[in-house]
């Protein structure tokens, strides 16, 4: 059954860093798009980044353009998140997410199957 497990929230200082995994077992990785989403509390779910698994092709908000950099590992079935320079503003459960597309798309509604997130905090 394919299934995706995010890991790596916590609690970090504005400034600081976290690198978030998915891993997404059950999955020809290659197939699909994958992307990671957040929601802070009282927000809509923002797309944050997504990657073609099949030729690495990435996408970000604007958000968070030069401060986070997904990559994935298609023989690990994993899909990073690297987030650095991070902001009070970034706080909010991250939730990976993947889509059988071809193009790249930040649109929630394109995303099939979602994992059951990690919580991000920033704060001082």
């Known amino acids: 059954q394919a299934q995706l497990v995010e890991s790596g929230g916590g609690l970090v200082q504005p400034g600081g860093s976290l690198r978030l995994s998915c891993v997404a077992s059950g999955y020809t990785l290659g197939y699909y798009v994958i992307g990671w989403f957040r929601q802070a509390p009282g927000k809509e779910r923002e797309g944050v980044s997504c990657i073609s698994a099949s030729d690495g092709r990435t996408l970000y908000t604007d958000s968070v353009k030069g401060r986070f950099t997904i990559s994935r590992d298609n023989a690990k079935k994993t899909v990073y998140l690297q987030m650095n320079s991070l902001k009070p503003d970034d706080t909010g459960v991250y939730y990976c997410?993947?889509?059988?597309?071809?193009?790249?798309?930040?649109?929630?509604?394109?995303?099939?199957?979602w994992g059951q997130g990690t919580q991000v905090t920033v704060s001082s």
């Open positions: 997410a993947t889509a059988p597309l071809t193009w790249l798309s930040l649109a929630s509604a394109a995303y099939r199957n």
